[in-house]
Nanobody
Framework: QVQLLESGGGLVQAGGSLRLSCAASGRFSRYTMGWFRQAPGKEREFVAAFSWSNGRSDYADSVKGRFTISRDNAKSTMWLQMNSLKPEDTALYYC????????????????WGQGTQVTVSS
């Protein structure tokens, strides 16, 4: 069993930055790790992912150039650095993990955290 816990969310003004963290109860060196977000009344949306197999990472078009995903397998920790935040980034952000070598769809991920709230004001 892999348990995930997100932290680092908060309230920030547009243009500001936040760094989200995800801590795992077990080692995730062979898990693809990802971040999704969900705003009220909206579907869960892919944000970023980092493959375990080849180091591939990718981002949603809406966050490219602004967000950076990183991981430290030895520490079982993942981060999402969010810069130049916009009001439309406001959402509950979820850390997630899968044994798949690559995944970008919510139902491809096996393990989920409970989310951390990010709110960006105008």
């Amino acid at each position: 069993q892999v348990q995930l816990l997100e932290s680092g969310g908060g309230l920030v003004q547009a243009g500001g930055s936040l760094r989200l963290s995800c801590a795992a109860s077990g080692r995730f060196s062979r898990y693809t790790m990802g971040w999704f977000r969900q705003a009220p009344g909206k579907e869960r949306e892919f944000v970023a992912a980092f493959s375990w197999s080849n180091g591939r990472s990718d981002y949603a078009d809406s966050v490219k150039g602004r967000f950076t995903i990183s991981r430290d397998n030895a520490k079982s920790t993942m981060w999402l650095q969010m810069n130049s935040l916009k009001p439309e980034d406001t959402a509950l952000y979820y850390c997630t993990a899968t044994r798949s070598t690559w995944a970008q769809v919510p139902n491809e991920y096996e393990y989920w955290g409970q989310g951390t709230q990010v709110t960006v004001s105008s």
